[in-house]
């Protein structure tokens, strides 16, 4: 994990000066070809772009749209990076549009997304279907429920016709994850007191926690936290979730569903609680510094500071960090001691495929256009 730590702070160190430079220009019948680093699924190409920005390596794209026809690759997103920060190739390429990370032009991190998408099916993230009269009804009930990201609905001459009028309400995740979380001598790692939490703007309540206590089944997602508050944060998030265990051991989050009885059992190192998805529970997680802990990935620049403090604080000021590690002064390396490095993940509404479907209308929540 050393290595891996390394190398993201050379390949910053090389791309830095090249991304600092805001370029919101799209570039049409051009591919810049290579360099892919993840594929993602957009229903146009400024969603596209958004999630090249909130991606932490992304640096530029290439979209193929809904009216691409050299093979079925509509929809598809790819995000790019070099250690140049430039494309190595730009290949015209009728019908590709490519593009740049929004990353240095100070973007909002919560991008609000009218577009509605006739003929274009968003496939899985379904939590929830209701039926509603037309397609802004189910925009509404998307907006008005704060799981909902994104939906899709079957209209009045949809093909079977018991599934018309029905809205599909659809998830991503709306707050940071991280990939991995793990125990490292010489670091200290911690959050942007900006990171999301999905409670802001609601009653105050205390999130009460059950201290090495267990709550056994009914798991339905285990993902890394960095502490109990985090994996709070995470199931109060999350669609289905009702209860959690956090494992202090491994840093593992247990996200739970339950409608029936909850089975609280003593279990040492571990500790289980509540969703709070209707307040604002105790956040203090968002602005402890975990010493020896490491967010490894998820880079997106780095910068030499004297302390862990300092490196809290440019993460607060930085609008695309969301979470950090710092190397201290003790790391095994002495040549990376002493660097901040600056990390995110994507939180803006993310489907999981874009497809053509008609009769489907697809389209985003508007809580971000207010």
């Not at 997103?77 to 920060?85: A, D, E, I, N, R």
């Not at 285990?222 to 669609?239: E, F, I, K, R, W």
């Not at 002064?329 to 600056?342: S, T």
Request: hydrophobic share 35%; aromatic share 10%; net charge negative.
């Amino acid at each position: 994990m050393e290595t891996h730590l390394i190398l993201g702070i050379l390949l910053s160190v090389c791309s830095l000066s090249f991304s600092q430079e805001c370029r919101q220009r799209l570039v049409e019948d051009v591919d810049f070809a290579g360099s892919d680093i993840q594929l993602v699924f957009s229903p146009d190409v400024n969603h596209c772009q958004q999630l090249c920005t909130q991606h932490p390596a992304c640096l530029f794209f290439t979209y193929l749209p809904a009216d691409w026809t050299r093979d079925d690759r509509n929809f598809h997103c790819f995000l790019k990076s070099s250690p140049s920060g430039q494309p190595d190739v730009q290949t015209p390429v009728q019908g590709a549009i490519s593009g740049y990370s929004l990353k240095p032009c100070n973007p909002n991190s919560k991008p609000c997304l009218p577009q509605l998408y006739n003929g274009v099916d968003f496939p899985g993230a379904d939590y929830r279907a209701l039926f509603t009269e037309d397609v802004e009804e189910c925009r509404r009930a998307c907006t008005q429920d704060p799981a909902c990201q994104f939906f899709s609905f079957l209209n009045e001459v949809f093909t079977l016709d018991n599934f018309r009028y029905k809205c599909h309400l659809k998830f991503s995740w709306p707050v940071a994850t991280l990939p991995v979380v793990e125990r490292k001598a010489g670091l200290v790692s911690g959050f942007s007191n900006k990171v999301g939490t999905f409670q802001e703007g609601k009653p105050v309540c205390p999130g009460n926690l059950f201290p090495n206590t267990d709550i056994p089944g009914n798991d339905i997602l285990v993902l890394p936290a960095a502490s109990p508050g985090h994996c709070q944060n995470l199931c109060s998030a999350h669609s289905a979730c009702a209860t959690f265990t956090f494992v202090s051991d491994d840093f593992n989050c247990y996200l739970k569903a339950n409608d029936n009885a909850m089975i609280l059992t003593a279990k040492d190192g571990v500790t289980s609680g509540l969703s709070a998805r209707f307040c604002w529970p105790d956040n203090s997680w968002v602005n402890a510094a975990l010493e020896g802990v490491d967010f490894p990935g998820n880079d997106i620049r780095n910068e030499r500071i004297d302390d862990a403090a300092s490196c809290q604080r440019t993460c607060n000021k930085d609008a695309n960090c969301q979470f950090y590690t710092y190397t201290t002064a003790d790391f095994p390396d002495p040549n990376f001691r002493r660097r901040c490095v600056l990390k995110r993940s994507i939180t803006m509404p993310a489907p999981p495929g874009v497809i053509k479907v008609a009769n489907v209308i697809s389209g985003f929540q508007l809580r971000n256009c207010v």
